[in-house]
């Protein structure tokens, strides 16, 4: 079946490092890819809507100059954190859906990265 | 917008037992898609089963079916003959039917089976 790959899984770093989290489609091509935020035993939070070719799509709330998303190729979506700092440390995750229409289409959810900011 | 309300936060059932979950949706449209998505502590995103709004007949995935009631906005989910491996978050989620919208999520409820 589909699968959404995501790199890395777990990520440790100092603060003010800029953090790059990749999302792949492995056998779909995905012209839309969303990237939500989980914080400990909360749920998902939608931060922007990836899509081919064009700007993302944040949500109210992130700042786009420090999640920074660039979506270059129908297969991968990329997720930046600028000059990261402890309070971004949280659970990231991406997800695709299946070219077709809206929401009939399956959405695929990578694994996860864990970003932990010393 | 779309919001999505799961009002138990935790919830345990003993093994082999029938449980519950509850959620609720709020939405003007008359055409979407209703999920529930199962959180292990691998943090992996499992879908569990989907149900589409025009569709009157509740879905049913082996133990796992849902209680769709779209006039009562309500979509629970009951789990029949729980097992240990069902412990995890389970997150209610919305999408629209057109579209390419994200999913909406609830905000989940932790369920643990008991041995």
């Known amino acids: 079946g589909a699968v959404v790959s995501q790199h890395p899984s777990r990520v440790i770093c100092k603060s003010g490092t800029s953090v790059k989290i990749e999302c792949r489609s492995l056998?779909?091509?995905?012209?839309?890819m969303f990237w939500y935020r989980q914080f400990p035993k909360q749920s998902l939070m939608l931060m922007a809507t990836s899509n081919e070719g064009s700007k993302a799509t944040y949500e109210q709330g992130v700042e786009k100059d420090k999640f920074l998303i660039n979506h270059a190729s129908l297969t991968l979506s990329t997720l930046t954190v600028t000059s990261a700092h402890p309070e971004d440390s949280s659970f990231y995750i991406c997800?695709?859906?299946?070219?077709?229409?809206?929401?009939?289409?399956?959405?695929?959810f990578g694994d996860g990265t864990r970003l932990s900011i010393l | 917008a779309q919001t999505v309300t799961q009002s138990q936060p935790e919830m345990s059932v003993q093994e082999a037992e029938t449980v519950t979950l509850s959620c609720t949706y709020d939405?003007?449209?008359?055409?979407?898609?209703l999920f529930w998505y199962k959180q292990p502590p691998s943090r992996q995103m499992i879908l569990v089963i989907r149900?589409?709004?025009?569709?009157?007949q509740n879905a049913t995935e082996n133990r796992f079916s849902v209680n769709f009631q779209k006039a009562a906005k309500s979509f629970s989910l009951k789990i029949s003959d729980s097992q240990l491996g069902d412990t995890a978050m389970y997150f209610c989620?919305?999408?629209?039917?057109?579209?390419?919208?994200?999913?909406?999520f609830g905000k989940g409820t932790r369920l643990s089976v008991i041995a």
């Open positions: 056998d779909f091509q995905a012209t839309t």
């Open positions: 989620a919305f999408t629209l039917y057109s579209g390419n919208t994200p999913l909406v």
């Open positions: 939405t003007s449209e008359s055409n979407y898609y």
């Open positions: 997800s695709a859906r299946e070219p077709g229409q809206g929401g009939n289409q399956p959405q695929h």
């Open positions: 149900q589409e709004a025009y569709k009157q």
